[in-house]
């Protein structure tokens, strides 16, 4: 079955505006209401404007069948379909998914997971996006289901300097030693709009010695009281399993890389393939480790808490000469290592000066809560945005307590997007927002009947809303002179009514 898909345009609308309020179709959709046909007109307009929506007609031997319309956002796009009711059993449905799906990707190439929301009662529904290779997400019974599609299986690159600020979702120890339990975290993260997975990976033996002396044990905050050994036994993620939660990265769309603590653990992570690493802000000064770091040729991105301006000069150079004449890219992150940290310690304006300096992406890793110093580190110029995530804090574990949980990841990437795209350029005049509005300036107006051969004075010509007229700044060029013709009071001033 062959389906041409094209564009949709003003001229669809009744066409669009049958389909919505047709009564199966809003009976199996969320909104139930129909739809009044000047909100439909406006929801169009607004629709066929935005670059970040993609609505698609479908036709099968010239006549319309169906759309599918993408709504993007970051990486993710949502999809949503209808079928026309006359094409209703025809099969159509998983077709026109898969159809609308190769041209999401020749318009957003950077869009890798799709889904789509869908009622458990919608059997159709269901039954056309699982065709189409979409797979539903665990749900309680009679819930709304989300299902998700990774439209690049397997995708691994991770972009420091890309159009939209980089937001990664630190795993850490909020797994709790279970398998499963990351990879419903790594699958709620990418649900929640994140570009990105991050690990650590280490063991206790890599990271510290097993001794009872007080040189050894936490004396202040969240794990005060606690030996080295005991906090990351338990916090360390099984290196058994890095290749399963790689692979659920991947199949949600995601990069997913680590943080190693020693020159093992980045040889491990080499069998695994990962696209970059990332320094700890305590290993900044391991200089050893960031050499077999930059041996790898990978993007790397560096922590800086605690770090002076030399030795971070000191591991730049380092990684730079490891690197060689082509290096990847550098990220240099500003973060206060302290869990979780004061929003007043962050000193965010050393952002700018860290890019500037080293010639790298600067960015923020967050022990904050909330996301504000995010959004205020992205207007900035914070490129790449790192944040500890958990299902949920209430289960506990060693970083719960400065984690985000789903939604508020979720309302840290809208923010943080919506902060980035409001930076926009150094511009002045008009704008595409504002540019219709210029009709409400004020403009010079008649405000009496003028005869042809009458002077033209403050008493007949006025400055107002709205500005169909000659500007504001005109009016000392044409007091004194005379009306060309008979003017009527409220009509604009034009240059050809001034003799």
Not at 110 to 115: C, G, Y
Not at 457 to 471: F, K, W
């Amino acid at each position: 079955m062959t389906l041409h898909l094209r564009r949709a345009a003003r001229a669809d609308a009744e066409l669009l505006f049958t389909w919505r309020n047709d009564p199966l179709t809003r009976q199996m959709s969320r909104g139930a209401e129909p739809v009044a046909w000047n909100d439909h007109l406006a929801w169009l307009e607004r629709l066929l404007v935005d670059h970040d929506r993609l609505q698609l007609v479908a036709e099968h031997g010239g006549v319309p069948v169906g759309a599918i319309r993408f709504d993007r956002d970051g990486r993710q796009a949502t999809v949503s379909l209808v079928v026309a009711p006359a094409a209703r059993g025809r099969g159509l449905a998983a077709p026109l998914i898969t159809a609308g799906i190769a041209e999401a990707q020749a318009t957003w190439a950077s869009v890798t997971v799709l889904r789509a929301v869908i009622r458990p009662d919608n059997a159709p529904s269901r039954r056309a996006f699982a065709r189409a290779g979409f797979v539903r997400l665990e749900r309680a019974a009679g819930e709304i289901e989300t299902w998700r599609r990774a439209i690049s299986p397997g995708s691994d690159t991770l972009v420091l300097d890309g159009p939209r600020p980089l937001v990664i979702a630190e795993l850490s120890a909020n797994h709790g030693g279970s398998r499963a339990r990351a990879v419903e975290t790594i699958e709620a993260a990418a649900e929640a709009g994140a570009d990105a997975i991050k690990l650590q990976t280490y063991t206790p033996e890599t990271m510290t010695l097993r001794s009872p002396r007080p040189e050894f044990r936490v004396e202040h905050g969240p794990w005060a009281g606690r030996t080295l050994w005991e906090l990351y036994e338990e916090a360390h993620t099984p290196w058994d399993g890095h290749a399963d939660l790689k692979a659920a990265a991947n199949a949600s769309g995601l990069p997913l890389f680590s943080t190693p603590f020693d020159p093992t653990a980045v040889d491990f992570l080499e069998t695994l393939g990962v696209p970059a690493y990332k320094v700890a802000s305590f290993e900044v000064t391991d200089l050893e480790l960031l050499a077999r770091i930059a041996a790898t040729g990978k993007p790397v991105i560096v922590s800086t808490g605690m770090a002076t301006l030399a030795e971070i000069d000191q591991a730049v150079g380092t990684l730079r000469a490891g690197w060689g004449p082509a290096p990847p890219r550098l990220a240099l992150l500003r973060c206060v290592s302290a869990y979780p940290a004061e929003p007043r310690h962050m000193h965010l304006r050393s952002i700018p000066h860290l890019g500037a300096a080293f010639g790298a992406v600067g960015g923020l890793s967050d022990h904050t809560l909330g996301w504000t110093v995010a959004v205020a580190a992205v207007a900035l110029g914070a490129r790449v945005i790192e944040k500890h995530f958990t299902l949920r804090r209430a289960d506990g574990g060693p970083d719960s307590a400065f984690s985000l949980e789903p939604d508020e990841l979720r309302a840290l990437v809208g923010a943080v997007r919506e902060a980035s795209e409001a930076l926009g350029e150094v511009r002045f005049g008009p704008t595409e927002g504002d540019a219709d509005n210029k009709i409400f300036r004020r403009s010079l107006f008649f405000t009496a009947r003028v005869l042809a051969g009458e002077p033209l004075t403050r008493e007949n010509v006025r400055a107002v809303r709205p500005g169909h007229g000659l500007p504001p700044q005109a009016l000392p060029l044409v007091l004194g002179r005379r009306a060309a013709v008979d003017c009527e009071a409220g009509q604009p001033l034009r240059w050809d009514l001034v003799a």
